[in-house]
Protein backbone atom coordinates (compact mmCIF):
# COMPACT_ATOMS: atom_id res chain seq x y z
CA UNK A 1 0.00 0.00 0.00
CA UNK A 2 1.41 3.35 -0.94
CA UNK A 3 0.37 7.20 -0.11
CA UNK A 4 -1.68 7.32 -2.60
CA UNK A 5 -4.19 4.66 -1.32
CA UNK A 6 -3.56 6.03 2.21
CA UNK A 7 -4.84 9.59 1.26
CA UNK A 8 -7.78 8.50 -1.02
CA UNK A 9 -9.14 6.69 2.10
CA UNK A 10 -8.84 9.68 3.98
CA UNK A 11 -10.38 12.02 0.69
CA UNK A 12 -13.49 8.93 0.96
CA UNK A 13 -13.88 9.42 4.62
CA UNK A 14 -14.31 13.46 4.42
CA UNK A 15 -17.04 12.91 1.22
CA UNK A 16 -18.82 10.15 3.41
CA UNK A 17 -19.36 12.60 6.09
CA UNK A 18 -20.32 15.63 3.88
CA UNK A 19 -22.67 13.17 2.38
CA UNK A 20 -24.14 12.37 5.43
CA UNK A 21 -24.26 16.57 6.85
CA UNK A 22 -26.38 16.60 2.86
CA UNK A 23 -28.71 14.04 3.48
CA UNK A 24 -29.66 15.20 7.04
CA UNK A 25 -30.05 18.62 5.33
CA UNK A 26 -32.18 17.15 3.04
CA UNK A 27 -34.27 15.43 5.61
CA UNK A 28 -34.42 18.30 7.50
CA UNK A 29 -35.73 20.26 4.36
CA UNK A 30 -38.37 18.01 3.57
CA UNK A 31 -39.83 18.08 6.85
CA UNK A 32 -40.22 22.17 6.71
CA UNK A 33 -42.07 21.56 3.47
CA UNK A 34 -44.77 19.35 4.08
CA UNK A 35 -46.07 16.84 6.33
CA UNK A 36 -46.72 14.40 3.84
CA UNK A 37 -44.41 12.85 1.51
CA UNK A 38 -47.12 11.59 -0.98
CA UNK A 39 -48.90 14.62 -1.98
CA UNK A 40 -49.48 15.30 -5.78
CA UNK A 41 -49.14 18.70 -6.81
CA UNK A 42 -52.41 20.65 -8.28
CA UNK A 43 -52.60 23.01 -11.49
CA UNK A 44 -50.15 23.64 -14.02
CA UNK A 45 -46.57 25.16 -13.69
CA UNK A 46 -46.83 23.73 -9.93
CA UNK A 47 -43.49 21.48 -9.33
CA UNK A 48 -44.04 18.79 -6.70
CA UNK A 49 -40.97 19.91 -4.58
CA UNK A 50 -41.55 16.94 -1.70
CA UNK A 51 -41.22 13.98 -4.45
CA UNK A 52 -37.86 16.28 -6.07
CA UNK A 53 -36.68 16.08 -2.46
CA UNK A 54 -37.82 12.34 -1.58
CA UNK A 55 -35.96 11.51 -5.13
CA UNK A 56 -32.49 13.43 -4.04
CA UNK A 57 -32.78 11.88 -0.75
CA UNK A 58 -33.07 8.47 -2.06
CA UNK A 59 -29.98 9.39 -4.64
CA UNK A 60 -28.05 10.47 -1.75
CA UNK A 61 -29.00 7.47 0.45
CA UNK A 62 -27.79 5.16 -2.46
CA UNK A 63 -24.59 6.84 -2.97
CA UNK A 64 -23.72 6.93 1.00
CA UNK A 65 -24.21 3.34 0.73
CA UNK A 66 -21.77 3.10 -1.93
CA UNK A 67 -19.20 5.45 -0.18
CA UNK A 68 -19.54 3.30 2.80
CA UNK A 69 -18.86 0.25 0.96
CA UNK A 70 -15.29 1.82 -0.56
CA UNK A 71 -14.60 2.93 3.21
CA UNK A 72 -14.45 -0.07 4.60
CA UNK A 73 -12.43 -2.07 1.93
CA UNK A 74 -10.29 0.85 2.14
CA UNK A 75 -10.24 0.60 6.07
CA UNK A 76 -10.00 -3.10 5.89
CA UNK A 77 -6.74 -2.67 3.71
CA UNK A 78 -5.25 0.00 5.95
CA UNK A 79 -5.91 -1.94 8.94
CA UNK A 80 -3.91 -5.13 7.44
CA UNK A 81 -0.91 -2.56 5.74
CA UNK A 82 -0.38 -0.81 9.74
CA UNK A 83 -0.62 -4.60 11.36
CA UNK A 84 1.91 -5.73 8.22
CA UNK A 85 4.66 -2.91 9.73
CA UNK A 86 5.44 -4.82 12.60
CA UNK A 87 5.68 -1.60 14.50
CA UNK A 88 2.94 -0.47 17.31
CA UNK A 89 3.61 3.31 16.70
CA UNK A 90 3.17 3.29 13.16
CA UNK A 91 0.43 1.27 13.26
CA UNK A 92 -1.37 3.77 15.77
CA UNK A 93 -0.31 6.59 13.59
CA UNK A 94 -1.48 5.16 10.75
CA UNK A 95 -5.17 4.04 11.66
CA UNK A 96 -5.34 8.10 13.52
CA UNK A 97 -4.64 9.68 10.26
CA UNK A 98 -6.05 7.17 7.62
CA UNK A 99 -8.72 5.74 9.13
CA UNK A 100 -10.16 8.13 12.29
CA UNK A 101 -9.05 10.98 10.06
CA UNK A 102 -7.93 12.99 12.67
CA UNK A 103 -5.30 15.75 12.23
CA UNK A 104 -1.33 15.16 12.87
CA UNK A 105 -2.05 17.34 16.15
CA UNK A 106 -4.47 15.32 17.40
CA UNK A 107 -2.65 12.44 16.24
CA UNK A 108 0.70 13.25 18.05
CA UNK A 109 -1.35 13.93 20.96
CA UNK A 110 -2.84 10.74 21.34
CA UNK A 111 0.35 8.88 20.51
CA UNK A 112 1.82 10.50 23.85
CA UNK A 113 4.17 13.40 24.97
CA UNK A 114 6.98 12.40 23.53
CA UNK A 115 5.36 12.60 19.82
CA UNK A 116 5.28 15.83 17.96
CA UNK A 117 3.03 16.34 14.63
CA UNK A 118 6.37 16.77 12.62
CA UNK A 119 7.87 13.40 14.83
CA UNK A 120 4.86 11.52 13.40
CA UNK A 121 4.69 12.61 10.16
CA UNK A 122 8.19 11.75 10.14
CA UNK A 123 8.06 8.39 11.10
CA UNK A 124 5.53 7.47 8.40
CA UNK A 125 7.62 8.98 6.06
CA UNK A 126 10.58 7.08 6.63
CA UNK A 127 8.48 4.10 6.56
CA UNK A 128 6.86 4.33 3.53
CA UNK A 129 10.23 5.59 1.69
CA UNK A 130 11.67 2.58 2.81
CA UNK A 131 8.69 -0.14 2.47
CA UNK A 132 7.87 1.54 -1.22
CA UNK A 133 11.76 1.50 -2.26
CA UNK A 134 11.60 5.17 -3.77
CA UNK A 135 11.65 8.67 -2.47
CA UNK A 136 8.36 9.81 -0.73
CA UNK A 137 7.36 14.12 -0.75
CA UNK A 138 6.64 14.87 2.81
CA UNK A 139 4.42 17.50 1.74
CA UNK A 140 2.01 14.59 -0.17
CA UNK A 141 1.44 12.94 4.02
CA UNK A 142 -1.53 15.54 3.72
Request: proline share 8%; hydrophobic share 35%; aromatic share 0%.
Given at each position: MGLDELNRNRELHK???MAYEMAQSIRDRAGLRATSMNAMPRG???SDHVGEIAAAAADLDQRIREIEDQVEAGDQAIRAFANS???VRLQQ???FRYIACLTWERTA???GDRYT???CR????KFLRVHL???VDASELV
Open positions: QLESGITGDIIQELMPSGRLLHGAP
